[in-house]
Nanobody, 117 residues
Framework: QVQLVESGGGLVQAGGSLRLSCAAS????????MKWFRQAPGKEREFVAG????????FYADSVKGRFTISRDSAKNTVYLQMNSLKPEDTAVYYC??????????WGQGTQVTVSS
């Protein structure tokens, strides 16, 4: 069974940085696309960044390009989201997602990121 556990969230001032981690377990993730989503209060969950587990190709939402970087450590089965130049509008619960559709699509429990102005 796939498990995704996020960590690294917290409270930071605008302009600061945080690094989120997503520890994945339960199977090998070759062929998966690993993604980060976020959901702010009263808003729909939105895509933030993604990475191909096998090839390492990355892609980002326009709102975070140039500020956020997604990466993965295959040896540790962990995906990271380095977030720099944080803005108050980045405040949200951040979720890790392992996409292997149609065979599977898995979510972590989320980690809160709060950016104060």
């Amino acid at each position: 069974q796939v498990q995704l556990v996020e960590s690294g969230g917290g409270l930071v001032q605008a302009g600061g940085s945080l690094r989120l981690s997503c520890a994945a377990s339960g199977r090998t993730f070759s062929g998966y696309v690993m993604k980060w989503f976020r959901q702010a209060p009263g808003k729909e969950r939105e895509f933030v960044a993604g990475i191909s587990w096998s090839g390492g190709a990355t892609f980002y939402a326009d709102s975070v390009k140039g500020r956020f970087t997604i990466s993965r450590d295959s040896a540790k089965n962990t995906v990271y989201l380095q977030m720099n130049s944080l803005k108050p509008e980045d405040t949200a619960v951040y979720y890790c997602n392992a996409d292997y559709r149609p065979r599977g699509n898995y979510w972590g429990q989320g980690t809160q990121v709060t950016v104060s102005s």
